[in-house]
């Protein structure tokens, strides 16, 4: 795998691959038997086919400002005149368009590190027909906004509004919360709390009274909490109301596996659970590879593992993030995946499973109160569908309500007033 990671394996986020290494030696080529007769690579080729129809749609690439009337302020007809009209010749016995055609809507709320990269996964993708782009900051905003919109020749047609003015989100199906304060170098998510649940009461408010049917995915740090905060504020079912959690964690985590072993992440089945955070636990008992369950093939096999090496693993994903924002400040690219995956599977009613902050109450043990902490959920359209009955040991299970503890107990601090 270094051959193919040349400039990651040599930095220290990587020192866990050499621990996966002294775990399992033989590991990659027991699980994945090599072919016994290689095939030469051929050459692959692409024929692309570009219907009359297509070309017609992407014609009709236009993207609308609410600061303005468009970016530039300027109208090509004479005295202002719009010319839309004019401009196409319509079509005899045009009939209106279908109503039962869904018009997908996403707001984005914080343009920062995160939401950026949250709204150009989602453009990239072409998970929504409006994107809104919501902060306090104007300039940056507007900015923000031109700078995405200077980039529709090369974009799937997506409509980007931007405005401080939550009235712009109005009937979002689906409203990203990334605004707010984020951690400095070595402290914790939960130290952001109190600044960050101070912006959730200006935020949460207006977002449901213009989209009370919305789901809410919150982003933003301490993530569990600020689920149960937004939850509290929304007065939404649980099922609306949902945090980005492990769903980013347990990528580190398949992406250490996968590198290690040489498959590709997509293969890796991983779950971290609990907290998104120091406290969150990695569900060994249930990872496989293909469909081969890791540590039970590693035991039928006699082949020695260190329960040392397992924790130093979940550690290097623990400390992932702090990592990355020693480095360069701020995590966003993989949170930018992260959510865009998660958006997805909602508003294309995938009904995919994602290790996501939910109401925990009542699974696997979990009590003592009111706790989001991440559990594997089937999310679709209408949120979160339910929670998975995965195998947990007895000390996974343990160590989850430990989370949940971890999480209740900053929680009791809060008084929320709610
Ligand atoms: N859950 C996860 O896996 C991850 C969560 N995060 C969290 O996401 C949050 C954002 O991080 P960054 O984007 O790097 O921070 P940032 O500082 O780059 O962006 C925050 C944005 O929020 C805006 N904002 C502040 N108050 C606001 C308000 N009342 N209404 C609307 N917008 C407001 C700011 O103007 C700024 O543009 C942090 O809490 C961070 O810890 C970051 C990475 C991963
Ligand atoms: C900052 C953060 O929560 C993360 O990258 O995991």
């Not at 990592?323 to 909602?346: H, M």
């Not at 009613?349 to 009111?370: C, N, T, W």
Request: hydrophobic share 40%.
């Amino acid at each position: 795998m270094e051959g193919n990671l040349p400039n990651q394996t040599s930095c220290s986020p990587l020192h866990s691959t050499a621990l996966l290494r002294r775990l399992s030696v033989p590991l990659s080529s027991d699980i994945i038997k090599p072919l016994t007769l290689s095939l030469s690579r051929t050459s692959t080729e692409t024929h692309k086919h570009i219907s009359i129809s297509n070309i017609h749609r992407k014609s009709k690439t236009a993207i609308t400002v609410t600061m303005h009337k468009s970016s530039s302020g300027s109208s090509l007809g004479p005295g202002g005149l719009d010319l839309t009209q004019s401009f196409f010749k319509p079509i005899s016995s045009a009939a209106p368009p279908s109503p039962t055609k869904r018009h997908t809507k996403i707001s984005v709320v914080g343009a920062g590190n995160v939401g950026m990269a949250i709204a150009q996964t989602i453009l990239t993708q072409d998970l929504a027909d409006e994107l809104v782009l919501i902060d306090v900051n104007p300039d940056k905003l507007r900015g923000e906004m031109l700078d995405l919109q200077h980039a529709a020749a090369f974009l799937p047609r997506t409509k980007i509004l931007a405005s401080v003015d939550y009235a712009v989100t109005v009937g979002s199906d689906l409203c990203i919360v990334t605004a707010g304060a984020r951690q400095t170098l070595g402290e914790s998510r939960l130290n952001l709390l109190q600044r960050n649940v101070a912006l959730f009461r200006k935020i949460i408010p207006p977002l449901v009274k213009f989209s009370p049917d919305t789901i809410l995915l919150i982003v933003s740090n301490p993530v569990d909490v600020l689920t149960h905060v937004a939850w509290k504020l929304s007065g939404f079912p649980s099922n609306r109301v949902l945090g980005s959690g492990t769903n980013l964690d347990s990528s580190r985590f398949r992406f250490l596996i996968a590198d290690h072993l040489d498959v590709n992440a997509q293969d890796v089945q991983a779950y971290i659970v609990g907290e998104h955070g120091d406290s969150s636990v990695a569900l060994w008992s249930s990872i496989s590879v293909g469909g081969v369950p890791v540590l039970s093939f590693l035991e039928k096999q006699e082949i020695a593992y260190e329960k040392e090496t397992l924790e130093e693993i979940h550690k290097a994903v623990v400390d992932s993030a702090y990592e990355v924002i020693s480095l360069k400040g701020y995590t966003s690219w993989a949170i930018g995946y992260s959510v865009a995956n998660l958006a997805r599977s909602i508003l294309r009613d995938q009904r995919k499973i994602h290790p996501v902050s939910v109401l925990a109450k009542g699974f696997y043990g979990v009590e003592g109160g009111e706790v989001f902490l991440s559990l594997p959920a089937q999310l679709g359209r209408g949120g979160v569908l339910g929670v998975t009955n995965i195998h947990l040991t007895d000390e996974e299970e343990q160590r989850l309500r430990d989370s949940a503890r971890t999480i209740l107990d900053v929680q009791s601090q809060l008084n929320l007033g709610i």
